[in-house]
């Protein structure tokens, strides 16, 4: 299944300054029975953003109005926990197309550069100055560069680099996951199938 191609992205954000959100945290146990990647954003935070009775907490960020975009700051140490790979559907599903954090756990790493999701690790003193500058004024707006590997507050021009794996960058860039990578390589696949006997 193809994803969104990720180039640049200029977007507003939405602040989570949390440290060490879970994959529970991020979509509970109770609702991984579905099998297709649909229908997981809304229950993304599910028991952080209702209450009992499913109506909203107004004090949780994703139901503050003041707050949107493609992209989710949130505190370090971000997905950690169990592997489930429906904690990057969920963010996927809801919306969001990157996320910065000053510590990413690797299988929520992996399992978000699997599907679309570009995850920016910057430094601690960069993810602050971005929290400072959303809430100072929450039409912020941040662009993450791709191909040059760069995240940039656009009012003050500040940037900073991110690592990312090179098949992962390239699979995002053209809006690939493992399958669609191998699809691509299919004419060269072949062509090298002749050359071997049978």
């Known amino acids: 299944m193809a994803y969104d191609k990720f180039t640049v992205l200029r977007s507003t954000a939405v602040p989570m ?26 229950n993304l935070f599910r028991d952080w953003r209702y209450n009992n ?17 493609k992209i989710l700051v ?10 489930r790979e429906h904690a990057a559907w969920a963010i996927y599903d809801y919306g ?49 560069n791709l191909p040059e590997q760069t995240i940039t507050l656009l009012a003050t021009g500040e940037s900073e680099s991110f690592n990312i794996n090179g098949y992962k960058k390239n699979n995002l860039i053209n809006g690939y996951d493992d399958i669609d990578y191998l699809l691509s390589m299919k004419n060269e696949i072949e062509a090298f199938a002749d050359t071997r006997p049978f």
């Open 74 to 83: 949130g505190g370090k140490n971000f997905g950690s926990g169990s592997s």
């Open 53 to 69: 009775d499913d109506t909203p907490k107004s004090d949780f960020v994703l139901n503050n109005p003041t707050y949107s975009g």
């Open 96 to 144: 969001f197309r990157c996320v910065v954090s000053s510590f990413f756990a690797d299988i929520f790493r992996g399992n978000a550069l699997n599907i679309g999701i570009l995850p920016v690790q910057v430094s601690s003193e960069f993810l602050e100055k971005i929290f400072a500058a959303i809430e100072a004024d929450p039409n912020t707006e941040l662009e993450v």
């Open 17 to 42: 300054p949390i440290e060490n959100v879970d994959t529970d945290q991020i979509i509970p146990a109770r609702f991984l029975k579905a099998t297709e990647r649909k229908g997981f954003g809304d």
